[in-house]
């Protein structure tokens, strides 16, 4: 798994022809009007085959972390992926059920933050190329099995964005985020 992001986020940054940009129109969201964003981002799906190069299909979906407030603490945190106006998975970060943050470095040039949560069986990972590395991406595991491998482009005007809202990955600042180490999640 970190061979292949380390793998996404050098090809997306070496070349930003080798992902097509989604759309020059603005970024949707699906945060609604009394909230902020942390992230919005258009989504594709990765194709990945042993004798072709790593494909990207848009999907058509977004994923959008929205937060009560315009900055730490905060009391809510919304994970929302879906069509525009139709959001098909939901997940809230709360005093009960908190999220997991990590942030690390995947090479000298690159790293990564992460936002995690467990639904049943399945483990999600939502991690933002930091440094040199841009995009976003979302995987899901079941077991040692990855069931959704999905990656936004790497263009902060075209494929996504950041903020207002911001989250602090070296240390706990809301109480409804916990550190966990994502390595092997």
């Given at each position: 798994?970190r ?42 799906r ?41 959001v ?98």
């Amino acid at each position: 798994m970190r061979a292949l992001l380390a793998l996404l986020m050098a090809s997306a940054s070496a070349s930003a022809a080798a992902v097509p940009a989604m759309s020059s129109t603005p970024i949707p969201t699906h945060c609604r009007a009394n909230e902020f964003a942390v992230l919005d981002a258009r989504m594709m799906r990765v194709v990945e085959s042993p004798t072709a190069p790593i494909r990207f299909v848009p999907t058509g979906k977004v994923l959008s972390l929205c937060a009560d407030k315009p900055h730490e603490p905060f009391g809510r945190l919304d994970y929302r992926f879906g069509p525009v106006g139709a959001v098909e998975f939901e997940r809230q970060a709360t005093r009960d059920q908190r999220f997991g943050l990590f942030s690390e470095a995947t090479s000298p040039h690159t790293g990564e933050n992460s936002v995690t949560f467990v639904v049943g069986g399945a483990r999600f990972r939502v991690s933002i190329a930091t440094n040199q590395g841009n995009g976003v991406w979302i995987v899901v595991h079941e077991g040692s099995k990855v069931v959704t491998n999905l990656f936004s482009g790497n263009d902060v005007v075209t494929d996504f964005r950041l903020g207002p809202a911001q989250i602090d990955f070296e240390r706990v600042s809301s109480p409804i985020f916990m550190l966990r180490d994502t390595r092997g999640f």
